[in-house]
């Protein structure tokens, strides 16, 4: 099997471009931009490392390029980083993402009117793009193992700062008591 372009050892990138309804991207804009990390849906996906959302109103001119290159109108970026294969994850964001679709994909033009999620997901599918090169920080660590490394660092650094008066008899005790297994 050829290695694809959109994975990173076990990482995958999805990219989605779909053109947005254009009455529509200024209320889309608006939502998106409501949204915080802590309320973000993709929160709610587990496996994911990284996602946003991006309205593109269009490609930016090169004057080392020889021809202009136009969208047709304003187009939804989505690009995701995410854990595992494709097709799980797509389904994944379909099922968990489905109160936020019809105001997401639902102001794209094509995206069919309340899609349920085998539709929704079609149509996505339809919109990937191949990622040209991607590089995942942590090819071989899932989501869920990243977050839990981060909360390790931070546990180690209050430890540190905490304990630097501590002598080494001390110091070593402290830190068994708080890092053994």
């Known amino acids: 099997m050829p290695l694809s372009r959109n994975r990173s050892g076990?990482?995958?990138a999805l990219?989605?471009?779909?053109?947005?309804?254009?009455?529509?991207?200024?209320?889309?804009?608006?939502?998106?931009?409501?949204?915080?990390q802590a309320s973000s849906p993709l929160?709610?996906?587990p496996r994911t490392h990284f996602g946003r959302w991006v309205?593109?109103?269009?490609?930016v001119s090169d004057p080392a390029q020889p021809d202009e290159d136009h969208l047709s109108g304003p187009h939804l970026l989505f690009t995701s980083n995410f854990d595992g294969p494709l097709d799980s994850y797509v389904d994944e964001l379909c099922r968990e993402l489905a109160p936020e679709a019809s105001l997401i994909w639902g102001?794209?033009?094509?995206?069919?009117?309340?899609?349920?999620a085998?539709?929704?997901?079609?149509?996505?599918?339809?919109?990937?793009?191949?990622?040209?090169?991607?590089?995942?920080a942590y090819p071989n660590a899932t989501a869920p193992h990243v977050k839990e490394s981060l909360v390790t660092r931070e546990k180690l650094i209050r430890?540190?700062?905490?304990?630097?008066?501590?002598e080494a008899a001390a110091l070593q005790r402290a830190f068994a008591a708080e890092f053994a297994r």
């Open 10 to 12: 076990q990482a995958y």
């Open 15 to 36: 990219t989605v471009l779909t053109p947005i309804v254009p009455a529509e991207a200024d209320n889309l804009r608006t939502y998106l931009e409501s949204l915080s």
């Open 43 to 45: 929160a709610r996906l």
């Open 55 to 59: 309205i593109v109103p269009d490609f």
């Open 107 to 116: 102001r794209c033009i094509g995206c069919p009117a309340g899609a349920a």
């Open 118 to 136: 085998e539709q929704l997901k079609t149509y996505l599918l339809g919109h990937r793009i191949d990622t040209g090169f991607f590089f995942a």
């Open 159 to 166: 430890f540190i700062i905490d304990t630097q008066e501590l």
